[in-house]
């Protein structure tokens, strides 16, 4: 990363952080803001469990076994957002339900995620799948996704007031 996309990059973090605290501070915006979460976190689950099974299928055993522990975090994280949502009194989507939502519109809302496409410029959408992608496009995506994603909740864990 260069000079100038790394000042860009703190800034857009930043103010990702901001808007997002600022979400999460709003009543009216929080039950919303932390079900995004919920299924960011618990969505990426069958994402990964699809990944280990590929790995153990490969050979690779270490990586299988990381990929396991990584899926096994992003459930839990998941159900930290799915007890905020259940303390605000919301309904909290099953894993099931999840699936068939994403099932439902998994080309169009993935194709149409603006972050996604521009993250992804370049590939297409059959390569990114748990059974095509690259391992390397995977560790490196992964690897720079979850970075920045640990920097934004810091910086939401330091900006926002003790959550009732
Ligand atoms: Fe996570």
Redesign the pocket.
């Known amino acids: 990363m260069d000079f100038i996309t790394s000042i860009l990059n703190t800034i857009g973090s930043g103010a990702t952080a901001y808007i997002l605290a600022s979400r999460l501070r709003d009543p009216q915006t929080r039950p919303n803001t932390l079900a995004g979460f919920q299924m960011?976190?618990s969505g990426?689950v069958p994402f990964l469990t699809k990944l280990a099974a590929r790995a153990t299928a490969e050979g690779d055993t270490w990586l299988a076994e990381k990929l396991t522990i990584h899926a096994a975090?992003?459930q839990?994280?998941?159900q930290i957002f799915a007890h905020g949502l259940k303390q605000l009194g919301k309904e909290v989507k099953t894993a099931a339900e999840m699936k068939q939502q994403s099932e439902n519109k998994s080309n169009q809302a993935k194709n149409s995620s603006p972050f996604f496409s521009k993250f992804y410029r370049g590939y297409e959408p059959e390569a990114l799948k748990a059974e095509n992608i690259d391992w390397l496009v995977f560790m490196a995506s992964t690897y720079i996704l979850?970075f920045d994603?640990s920097k934004d909740f810091a910086r939401m864990a330091t900006a926002l007031p003790m959550m009732s």
Do not use: L, S
């Open positions: 960011a976190e990426a975090d992003e839990r994280h998941g979850e994603a």
